[in-house]
């Protein structure tokens, strides 16, 4: 079962999506993005399952 | 010597012609010029003719090799660069019909080093719209039309390297450069039966080339061996001042001898059952291969979400790089309807989601680094599948699953990989032997590609054109 905190998140996603883009898209294609958005928040809610430490940084480098 | 044999000579080959002045740099030149115009073209591999620059450049050669200098073993070689790397002058299309009239006044590094080394650019080749980036769903994703498969004309060639893939399959230019952000070198590479090398992150300079992801992008070889790879990533390795990413050491190719103890090997065992049936037998006989100059011993790969990492950082670097175009509404133009939309979704990631996703990947990388320093190198099929017909969505035709580990692992952690061919499968199509090394490790994945070859003769077929 979904995470319900994952469905409102991409209705959110979209919303700004149609809040950014009014004129853009067809019903049909907006159902393209909202599988797009479904995929990506799945994708995120996966690695958000993974334990990370305070100390686990990013892997980049940022040199002044 | 007819001309119709220089058609499959390796560099080497065609290097000895030109000193023993049996041919030309511009007989060369032409020769695979033309062989573009009729075989390259039909299997759309083609997005440009580069005939004026190859003429200038094969005369100047012809003229240096003449008179003595000898700029090494790609002096004189035409090659074809994947039409997201700039040409000066040129159009570089990206494979998208809206930019198909885009130019710069520079080469790319790659160009521009490929031309120090003497190589005569003769083509700008094929390549699905944007690299992939919008998520294209089927092969018909380019201005150019999708790519065919030299093997089989109603399968894909592979992507997003399709030109490179098809034009060197179909001995139509003797080399081609291509890049990899998820799979675009090697699939192409495997579905097209030949040789492609994706080089460590940051050893090929990525200035002058499209940007999809800044952390995943990676220039290499197609080739028709893995010794033909070797000798094109010694001509375009090596720092540069306008690609910071640029690994600070030069590269060498020196080709190694087969260790008296034999290479060490892992075998990638998981992932086996998902693939098909001839895919899993030509790896299983690789195996065999192998087993005579390796020790194999079976490897798992380190756990991690390599799928999703990837899925994230590539989606949110590609929403970043092409924000204004998808802000403009230029990308409506595309060809393959699911790119028209496929980049929107990846401009709401969060950035504590992206910066979870490289958190990760830093976890990853010193995993498989740990992994990978126990071997030679890793092996795995190329491909779950061979190259899907024309008229399928891959989904249908290969399952959700045709993403195996290894590529989205090896491309997580900037590992350096080679596909070799390795059998046909069904359709009569390509496989492709997958193997990946640690970071910096690319001579010694080249010994194994190369002791590999050296028993096999897999990638000197030639396909029913």
Known sequence: MRDPWVTNEIERRLASLRDRFPDRFSEAQWEEIHEDLEQLAQAAATLRRRALGNADEPDFIFVP | MATREFAYLSIRELGKLLRSGETTPTELAEYFIDRLETVGRRLNAVVTITRERALREARLAEAELASGLDRGPLHGIPYGAKDLLAAAGYPTTWGTEPLREQRFDFDATVVARLRDAGAVLIAKLGTVELAGG?????????????????????????GSSSGPGSAVGAGAVPFALGSETWGSILTPSSYCGISGLRPTYGRVSRFGAMVLSWTLDKIGPMCRSADDCGLVLEAIAGPDPNDPSTLPEGFRYRPEEEPAQGFRIGVLEGSLDTVQPEVRANFEAALGVLDGF???????LPDFPYNEAARLILSAEAASAFEEMLDSGILMGLTAPEDRTGGYAGLTILAVDYLRAMRIRRQARAALSALLARYDAIVHPATAV??????????????????????SAGNLAGLPAISVPNGFGERGLPTGLQIVGAAGSENRLLAVARAYQARTDWHLRRPPL
């Open chain 2, 386 to 407: 061979v190259a899907s017909p024309l008229s399928m969505r891959f989904d249908d035709y290969a399952g959700k699953g045709r993403r195996l580990p290894l590529g």
């Open chain 2, 294 to 300: 390796a020790r194999l011993e079976p490897v798992t």
């Open chain 2, 134 to 158: 919008m998520g294209y769903e089927q092969p018909n994703a380019s201005l150019t039309g999708p790519g065919l498969n030299p093997w089989n004309l109603d399968a894909w060639s592979g």
